[in-house]
């Protein structure tokens, strides 16, 4: 009986640890405990009645705002031709940077570069595609990165999307401390910071476009029966019906599942049959299959899963009794 005293008290303590240490508060800067009640205190002054634009305050862009005193937001950010290194904390946390313009095409990959100050941001994206002065939720194209650590750089892969208009975009980042920045675009955070872009977009609006955004299983896993899922997204102008083949490429296992009229900008996550897998590693490979992609290089993804007997859980209780 000690034996399971001991060990609840030692999970918690590992257990609050953890959670201590993914919001690790910088020495010198304001404590945690007090950035937490500010954040709490912004939501309950602000959070219940979220800006609501007339329409004519939409003829202009939204400025939002931020403090970016303590680091929060970006000191560094790169992005398809946009160099912007060192830009420190701009005055009420709203940098505009418009004067700097990047380029992309549709359907292609680049790659964003952001460093932080302050740990724990999270980062999202928007591009103006329609010019409508509105950054949409259909228009963002990067949603709630994290970048853990300050002083560091972190990178990530952003897909000009199919419905994208080729011109001059206006184009948005966001940095939220320890909360989504992707609800709105034109929000006032308590710890964060906001700068705005240009940026030209070439190239043709793709009509039928299926991607496979990821594989949402973990690398280690317990053996046993399995149901494999992935998330896929319709990247193209049309809507869309296609099959996602989900293959064991070890084994035997292969499943099909069929997605229906998924819209414009939409995603889903889709379930295959039951996998029933023993003690080893697995290479897996998840595709959509849609008749006439225009964009085949980004139909699949693949991973290896490791399936293992042990529980974690049971592998810390013989560690604190002794019996292993
Ligand atoms: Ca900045
Ligand atoms: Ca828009
Ligand atoms: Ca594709």
């Not at 709490?40 to 800006?51: R, S, V």
């Not at 992707?182 to 609006?205: F, K, R």
């Not at 496979?212 to 399995?226: F, P, Q, W």
């Amino acid at each position: 009986m000690k034996y399971i005293t001991l060990l609840t008290f030692m999970l918690a303590v590992f257990v609050c640890g953890t959670m201590m240490a993914q919001v690790n508060a910088p020495p010198g800067s304001s404590g945690l405990q007090e950035r937490l009640e500010m954040v709490a205190q912004h939501k309950a002054e602000t959070g219940q009645d979220l800006p609501n634009l007339s329409d004519a305050t939409k003829a202009e862009y939204c400025i939002p705002a931020a403090n970016c005193s303590f680091g929060d937001g970006f000191t560094d950010f790169m992005f398809a031709g946009i160099e912007n290194p060192a830009s420190g904390c701009s005055p009420n946390g709203y940098g505009d940077f418009t004067d700097m313009q990047g380029s992309a095409e549709i359907g292609l990959s680049y790659t964003a570069s952001f460093k932080t100050g302050y740990s724990d941001q999270m980062v999202s994206m928007w591009i103006d595609f329609n010019n409508d002065t509105t950054f949409s939720e259909m228009e963002r194209v990067l949603t709630d990165f994290n970048l853990p650590s300050a002083g560091t750089m972190h990178e990530v892969e952003i897909t000009i999307p199919g419905n994208a208009f080729p011109g001059i975009h206006r184009m948005r980042i966001g940095a939220n401390w320890i909360d989504p920045s992707s609800p709105d675009p034109c929000a006032s955070l308590t710890y964060g910071e906001w700068e705005d872009y240009h940026i030209e977009i070439t190239g043709e609006p793709i009509s039928y476009n299926a991607m496979l955004a990821s594989i949402d299983m973990a690398s280690v896993m317990l053996a046993g029966d399995i149901t494999p899922v992935a998330t896929v997204v319709n990247m193209g102008m049309e809507t869309i019906s296609f099959p996602v083949i989900m293959t064991d490429l070890t084994g035997s296992y292969t499943s099909t599942v069929q997605v229906e009229n998924l819209g414009m900008g939409a995603s889903v996550q889709v379930e295959f049959d039951t996998w029933t897998t023993e003690v080893g590693a697995y290479d897996i490979e998840i595709c959509t299959d849609l008749d006439g992609d225009e964009i085949p290089g980004d139909d699949c993804k693949s991973m290896t899963i490791a399936f293992s007997d042990q529980p974690r859980q049971k592998v810390v209780a013989e560690f604190f009794t002794g019996t292993w």
